[in-house]
């Protein structure tokens, strides 16, 4: 099938699955649009312009389900994707089609804007978009945003691993900025995190940091971090085994009342071993430098074979 052929069925597709929505998400995709729009007008990449892009972009995955939420940022490319011409036209049809047909399709492939950072075009209406799509992606079950190392870590941690964390910042990171911060989504009911999801999603996430030679490594918090999670879900015991051996700082900090509901979120186990008093639910934060992770992803199968096939 010809790429323009090809773009006019994803872009139907998309438009449709739209259609078919609900309200809230036709409200989402309205607010993004104009966003992008508002960007578009100022005629350059200016930040003001991406960083309101990209916060209803984020507003819009947490508020939506997975495969709406990945649909918006499709949809927006396709729509963009029009406007060009001649042989940019073809560059980006070529790098942005997998990318399109997987999301129409229910399924995940690499965003090219992560890959590479290079990809601004002489388009000024696509700029925008490029950046804030660097700035806050999709990689397998989690969603990047590049950001800070939220200041507070370094008050809320305790006593001596407060020290430690500063000097994870200072020495391994080389500062608090930027690095990305990753997210995981509430995963669908009867949907639970694997090890081969976990690894597969950190293996694209390295993929994407290759590319991007300034973001310091990554970080998150979340209650599964817990070193005692094992013992109540059994089937996390792998995160920890993965994150502790190979140079990830794993540190504790408050646990807040939504921190506490997305430990026991549609887990009869962890809400039974709450009632019984066996578990409490405890939040932890993780910094994983650039250089220790990626040479965590070097170690992993198919690495290799991945960095020939992206090269």
């Known amino acids: 099938m010809p790429e323009e052929t090809r773009l006019d069925v994803v872009r ?157 910042v200072a020495v391994r990171l080389g500062g608090f900025k930027p690095i990305w911060q990753t997210h995981l989504p509430k995963q669908p009911l009867g949907v639970h995190l694997t090890r081969e999801l976990f690894v597969r999603s950190h293996l694209e996430i390295a993929r994407a940091l290759r590319r991007q030679e300034h973001i310091r490594g990554i970080a998150s918090s979340s209650w599964y971090y817990d070193p005692e999670i094992a013992a109540v879900s059994p089937n996390l015991s792998f995160i920890r085994e993965i994150l502790a051996p190979n140079g990830c700082f794993v540190f504790e900090i408050p646990c807040d009342e939504p921190m506490r509901q997305n430990a026991i979120y549609a887990n009869r186990e962890r809400q039974q071993a709450v009632a019984e008093g066996r578990y409490t639910p405890r939040a932890f934060a993780r910094l994983w430098s650039r250089d220790t992770f990626l040479r965590w992803a070097e170690r992993q199968p198919g690495w290799q074979m991945e960095l020939a096939l992206t090269a």
Do not use: K
């Not at 139907?12 to 259609?19: I, P, R």
């Not at 036709?26 to 966003?35: I, N, Q």
């Not at 011409?85 to 229910?106: C, F, I, K, N, Q």
């Not at 995940?108 to 978009?129: E, I």
């Open 12 to 168: 139907t597709s998309l438009e449709n699955l739209f259609a078919r929505s609900s309200a809230e998400a036709r409200v989402r995709l309205g607010r993004v649009s104009a966003s992008l729009a508002d960007a578009r007008s100022q005629g350059r990449v200016a930040s003001a312009g991406v960083n309101s892009l990209t916060r209803e972009r984020i507003d819009a995955t947490r508020a939506l389900s997975g495969e709406t939420a990945d649909a918006i940022d499709a949809l927006l490319v396709a729509r963009s994707l029009e406007d060009t011409r001649g042989s940019e036209r073809d560059r980006l049809l070529r790098s942005w089609l997998p990318y399109l047909s997987a999301v129409a399709t229910g399924h995940f492939a690499p965003n090219p804007a992560a890959l590479d950072p290079d990809m601004d075009g002489r388009s000024n209406g696509l700029r925008p978009l490029w950046a804030s799509m660097r700035d806050y992606f999709r990689v397998g079950a989690f969603w990047c945003e590049r950001n800070g190392i939220p200041r507070r870590w370094i008050v809320q941690a305790a006593g001596s691993q407060r020290i430690r964390l500063a000097q994870y």
